[in-house]
Nanobody, 120 residues
Framework: QVQLVESGGGLVQAGGTRRLSCAAS????????MRWYRQAPGKQRELVAM???????NYADSVKGRFTISRDNAKNTVYLQMNTLKPEDTAVYYC??????????????WGQGTQVTVSS
């Protein structure tokens, strides 16, 4: 009913930048909070950043001042601008969204993930 498709991952050198995008499509009435998570090898998935419908944001301490989350409600898309990347930012990045469907049911949707690798 809802698909989230991430893009923008890849290989980048330490200190570089990368912009991730996540577009939602399907039987969408509205989208509440949108989030970016990441999971590094051998580690648990962690919340990186969150943005509400109104634009309020929260960040993990490890990315504050370096990453910026934003959204385009008209396009049902969320972005993650990543600056001053570090090798420890290497992970698979997942998009997550609380979606209210046309049926008015609410679902918690996930993207397939996009790999970001930061070389030292």
């Amino acid at each position: 009913q809802v698909q989230l498709v991430e893009s923008g991952g890849g290989l980048v050198q330490a200190g570089g930048t990368r912009r991730l995008s996540c577009a939602a499509s399907g039987s969408i009435f509205s989208i509440n909070a949108m989030r970016w998570y990441r999971q590094a090898p051998g580690k648990q998935r962690e919340l990186v950043a969150m943005i509400t419908t109104g634009g309020t944001t929260n960040y993990a301490d490890s990315v504050k001042g370096r990453f910026t989350i934003s959204r385009d409600n008209a396009k049902n898309t969320v972005y993650l601008q990543m600056n001053t990347l570090k090798p420890e930012d290497t992970a698979v990045y997942y998009c997550n969204a609380e979606v209210k469907l046309i049926s008015r049911a609410t679902v918690d949707s996930w993207g397939q993930g996009t790999q970001v690798t930061v070389s030292s």
